[in-house]
């Protein structure tokens, strides 16, 4: 993944740390642009506004949460330490959604709410497992961390809560933020409630922030990255391995009390540029160069959710029987593919071993997500697939 932030964002966040706007003003104007309809809150991160959720909604110990079967493990971690269970429900591999039909096996008396991930980039139809959720009268939570298209797309317009991050890697970054949509006006209320006796995030916390990506952005350029390959690759080790963790470290929120806090005026600011600076049509090109990968790479290798009409290829996940030696003989070639490291298959409750997510858990085992970004040329494009059509041959 790329960091996606210029430099001039990241100069405009640091004068707002030492210069920061009036924070009430500029909260009710970015929920506003967000979503005109006033129902929207500002949160430190898509977690934060999880544990806002859970907190308000007020439900007792054991109740159920159904979960898309691929999450990441800090949603999965909330739910526990709120004491209620994550179930998940198994994917079908076009679309990365949740099966409709395991959907309905799998509630019961205690599921209360239903959390869905548009994975990868795509957006799939939501209407038919709203329709289910409204049956058995359950809360539809849309985690569209992923597949932030601008503001044509602000959540479906049946599902009760609604979550885009700003997080680091995240197509829109602001260094952290959430923006999310809560339909019922008495739970935002509330939630907005709980948060204002959070503290807010200091300035200096995320001038801080803004330092140490700046310094990631730097490390993350071509040339160095060829460096740290190089430098590793003499003493026989993967640097994915050795400094990945370091890495994705400057991002980590940690324990339950490190969500608690109200996003800073920079951070506000920074989410509000970001939004302002957005044109229809941005991720066109990103589009068009998966599109193209997919092409050359033609039905050699699986691609989950690429049966969704609706795309825009946050990530390029292939599928193949061996992980590992694939992404070596990628990076030998210059092409820095990567699994998934924050995420994970959940696990059914241990009374309910037919809700295991084999789909799930396969293509997370043999996941491989590629390097795709509008930077690369047609040249590259059609190298990295033929590396990769040897190697599934092989």
Known sequence: MQLKIEWSDLLCGTWNCLFPPDRGVLENKLTQLWTPQGDALACFSVRSSLDLLLQSLGLQPGEEILFSALNVKGMVNIVRRHELVPVPIDLDFGHMAPRLDLLEKAITEKTRAILVAHLFGALYDLDPLIEIARRHNLIVIEDCAQCFDGLGYTGHPKADIAMFSFGPLKTATALGGALVRVKDPE???????FQSTYPVQSRQVYFVRILKFAALKIATTRVFMSLIYKVFALFNQDYEDAIGNSVRGVAKLGTAEKLRFQPSAALLAM????LMKWQDGELETRTRVAKKLQHYLGNN???????????TYWAFPIVVREPKPLIRALRRAGFDAANLPKSQAIEPPADRPELLPSVAQDALQHLVVLPC????????????????????EK
């Open 187 to 193: 739970l935002r209320n509330k939630m907005h409630q």
């Open 271 to 274: 989410i509000s540029r970001r």
């Open 301 to 311: 290798v699986p691609i989950p959710s690429s049966q969704n009409p609706v795309h």
């Open 373 to 392: 970004h509008p930077g690369m040329t047609d040249a590259d494009l059609k190298r990295q697939a033929e590396i990769i059509k040897r190697f599934v």
